[in-house]
């Protein structure tokens, strides 16, 4: 995790302090191919399933490690997380990443920031591609049963939406609009929608019950070594079968292994640069839109290792656009439009 926490901070040093030609386009088209190899891996676990592989780092390491259930889910790739609750078994997106929840949260997080890259005129990104990828991530999406990552992408869009009618993009209001009718349609054809609420009626409970009383004990632990927290996650005294206590949010693994200031150094850190920045333009909105989704996160997933890198992303891009002129004139599509600055409220 330091290792994580390290490089997280040093990616934000080198994009803020990149001041070549283009550094937006760049940051921004590369959140879109990882946008786009998600939602990819989302759909070959839909087509393909239960597939998993040893990674050849499991030849040369001792049994000692290799035997651990952590060490097993890192060095074997596979398409799905496989769950087994009440008797059902459930096949959820993993790929590319470790975890389903991993992956559900990355959708949730790049889904606003592949918007962004998707129509930002000097990306040079076809808006049909954008928009046959925003549709292709609702199935996936809801076959994860990410809750959290439903409702945090939810609010996100919900907010994009709302400050680009502060811009008065009405039209881009009403093409997204559409884009969300689009994807429900798609969800009910493709069939993710036919089985979703017996499944979830099957996992809700179980799921819930566990992490709030993770979140009990890490909480009451946290409190007992408020300043410097415990390090690592430890077994649950209550679940013996559940996750380690200070896992399943970033924000009570902060409070459970650092403690509350190292909690609200980090928390504070995203919020003000949420509050900070100016939403002058449609893509400083959606750059937004990606940190708050993570803020809304942070009670329910880990930000380690790929979110934080993400929202590190997003922070650098708040920073160069906030650098970046106001240019004048006819958009190139209906959410990439530049306001002036007499028109634009922060």
Known sequence: ??????????????????????????????????????????????????????GPI???????????????????PRLTETQRVGGRVFYRPTAPFT????????????????????????NGIPVRLTVAMALLAVPPLLISLNRAAWASLAIAVLYGLFRLGRLGRRGAVGFAAALLV?????????????????????RTGDSTEARLTLYSEALGSALESPVIGFGSPRASDELAAAPPVG??????????????PAAALYVGF??????????????AIWAKAAILAGLLQLPIYGHLPQQLFIMMSAVALLHHLSREPLVVGPPASGLALHQPDELVKR
């Open 270 to 283: 995203f919020a003000l640069s949420f509050a900070y920045y100016p939403s002058r333009t449609p893509d």
């Open 58 to 76: 499991t030849k040369v390491l001792p049994g000692i490690i290799r035997d651990n259930t952590y060490i097993q889910d890192l060095t074997t």
């Open 1 to 54: 995790r330091v290792g994580w926490y390290g490089g997280a901070a040093v990616l934000l040093l080198y994009l803020v302090n990149d001041d070549r030609p283009g550094v937006i386009s760049n940051i921004s088209r590369a959140l879109f191919v990882l946008w786009m190899i998600t939602i990819v891996g989302g759909w070959l676990a839909v087509i393909v399933g239960d597939l998993s592989w040893s």
């Open 247 to 260: 896992t399943q949010g970033q924000l009570w693994m902060l409070l459970f292994s650092h403690g509350f």
């Open 99 to 122: 975890y389903t929840n991993n992956w559900g949260s990355t959708v949730a997080l790049l889904t606003p920031l592949g918007i962004m890259a998707g129509f930002r005129r000097d």
């Open 182 to 202: 689009g994807g429900v349609v798609i969800a009910f054809a493709s069939g993710a929608v036919s089985s979703l609420t017996d499944q979830l009626s099957v």
